[in-house]
């Protein structure tokens, strides 16, 4: 089946001098820690948006290991302060910090494409990732997720192991009993995720398809009806405590951003 592009609804070209916060918000997941943890460091320029990791960057959460993130998503909900209802409750433990006024800015449902040109960096402490999740306003278990592309950085180009880049994508269930999940690890041959590709996600009421380049890599027989957010990350996991300043900032970069209703 041919990659579907029929009515855009969302255009983000990153060609502006400022975020446009009428559809993105520039947290990782701000009601399960604090808004200096959850805040993302970023440029706009040269027609991109640079997500980038800073050496004075704040864990996001300090019981979730001692990962840092930079991300901007199209939705955001949770519950009151010290309630365990938000979006993307990916551990058994989150309990809300900083309850969050619930606002979709950009929530597809199916059926749906939405695809993003990124561009990832070899480092092997970074993970650039594009998701689409559940928002959970309604049930929590709203929960599933579409990992459109999760690219580690010491994976992202050939080398003696690999005749290529590796890319994990599928779906993943969390919290929503009518979903398994179902991930995998893509080798493309001769492909280097540290230059621009495209990676996209259709998905209807029978199935998931995920495309790399408008090939289609994987096809799910299982589907998401409810809204989903979009989110796309630059994660560090440092190697080691030592955060010298002068491997800093570490970057991740999105071209565009663009969603369609099928």
């Not at 990791?53 to 959460?61: E, F, G, S, T």
């Not at 979730?64 to 365990?84: H, L, M």
């Not at 009993?177 to 495209?198: C, N, R, S, Y």
Request: glycine share 6%; aromatic share 10%; proline share 6%.
């Amino acid at each position: 089946m041919s990659p579907g592009r029929r009515n855009l609804v969302f255009d983000e070209q990153c060609n502006t001098s400022t975020l446009d916060y009428t559809r993105w918000i520039p947290h990782y997941l701000p009601q399960w820690t604090t808004p200096p943890r959850s805040k993302a460091r970023y440029v706009l320029e040269d027609s991109s948006l640079q997500l980038q990791i800073h050496a004075d960057q704040p864990v996001w959460l300090p019981l979730d290991s001692n990962s840092r993130v930079s991300n901007i998503q199209t939705a955001v909900f949770s519950g009151a302060e010290g309630s365990s209802r938000g979006t993307h409750r990916h551990r058994d433990d989150l309990v809300v910090k900083t309850s969050q006024p619930t606002r979709k800015l950009y929530t597809p449902s199916a059926p749906a494409r939405v695809e993003a040109r990124l561009r990832a960096r070899d480092d092997p402490t970074l993970m650039l990732a594009f998701w689409l999740v559940g928002v959970e306003d309604k049930e929590p278990s709203e929960s599933g997720e579409i990992c459109i592309a999760e690219l580690f950085g010491d994976k992202v180009r050939r080398d003696t192991e690999r005749d290529g880049a590796e890319i994990s994508l599928g779906v993943k269930a969390h919290h929503d009993p009518g979903l398994v999940d179902v991930m995998e690890k893509v080798i493309l041959p001769g492909f280097d995720a540290t230059d621009w590709h495209i990676y996209a996600a259709e998905w209807d009421e029978n199935e998931v398809r995920i495309y790399v380049d408008d090939q289609l890599q994987k096809t799910c027989t299982q589907s998401i009806k409810y809204e989903l957010q979009v989110m796309i990350d630059l994660f560090e996991f440092p190697l080691k405590e030592e955060r010298m300043a002068a491997n800093y900032p570490k970057y991740g970069d999105i071209g565009y951003l663009k969603g369609w209703e099928l």
